[in-house]
């Protein structure tokens, strides 16, 4: 889920378990130590304990001082936006180095995509993104790749020329008064609620009746004409 920032701080392990508390932990004592550097050496001490039994308000203050306004209850949300901090603080203490990189790499390999070099963690984007997923009435994830393809899904299925030319399969009319579901609630929305349930589940046994008859077909027609190889055997004493 992390991997591309995990990569680009080259933090040794790439499928680190989060919900993990010891790998958690471990990672939070890495990136102050080797990227981020708030503190002093010598005030790490309390964040570095993390076997102590007061870590968990060590990580607070720690919060506190890099003025973190994220939803320090979802670890997922937490950790990208630690992550994101470390980036920022690696390309803020090596920009000229990052630009050499980057203008070698546009010499070396042209390329006509616009999103190739766009910057998902920069805030004018998180802010369009915000804006466009608002207009669209999509969920905002914490991630902002995952908005993007979310967003990518929708205009492909629902609002390309496309999507929009596409004729929908219209079904038959059933009346649900003239089924039985074999219960009563006393509500119509209910009773109807459950026809359509019990409906759709017939449908699925009848699916799937239908894919065992196919199997038995299948491994009938093998018993019954079997291909023997006589090498492998010999006929008589």
């Not at 001082?65 to 470390?86: K, P, V």
């Not at 009346?175 to 039985?180: I, N, R």
């Not at 589940?201 to 190889?229: F, G, M, Y």
Request: aromatic content about 6%.
């Amino acid at each position: 889920m992390f991997k591309r920032k995990l990569r680009a701080l080259k933090y040794h392990n790439l499928d680190v378990n989060i919900q993990d508390e010891e790998q958690w932990r471990n990672l939070i004592v890495w990136l102050e130590d080797q990227k981020i550097r708030l503190y002093k050496i010598e005030d790490r001490k309390n964040l570095k304990d993390i076997c102590s039994g007061k870590w968990d308000k060590a990580l607070n203050q720690y919060l506190d001082d890099l003025s973190c306004e994220t939803d320090r209850s979802n670890r997922n949300s937490l950790c990208d936006w630690l992550l994101g901090t470390a980036v920022r603080q690696e390309y803020g203490e090596n920009v000229e180095k990052f630009k050499s990189m980057q203008t070698e790499a546009n010499t070396s390999d042209a390329t006509d995509d616009p999103f190739a070099h766009l910057d998902v963690n920069s805030p004018d984007f998180k802010v369009g993104l915000l804006s466009l997923c608002q207009l669209l009435k999509i969920p905002q994830h914490y991630d902002p790749v995952t908005s993007l393809q979310a967003i990518s899904i929708l205009i492909k299925e629902r609002l390309s020329e496309e999507a929009q030319d596409a004729t929908l399969e219209e079904g038959e009319d059933f009346d649900l008064k003239g089924y039985e579901v074999g219960f009563e609630t006393r509500d119509d929305v209910l009773n109807n609620a459950s026809c359509i349930l019990r409906l759709l589940h017939l449908q699925e046994l009848r699916e799937l009746q239908t894919r065992i008859n196919e199997v038995i077909v299948s491994v009938q027609s093998i018993t019954a004409n079997p291909k023997t190889d006589q090498r492998l055997g010999k006929v008589g004493r």
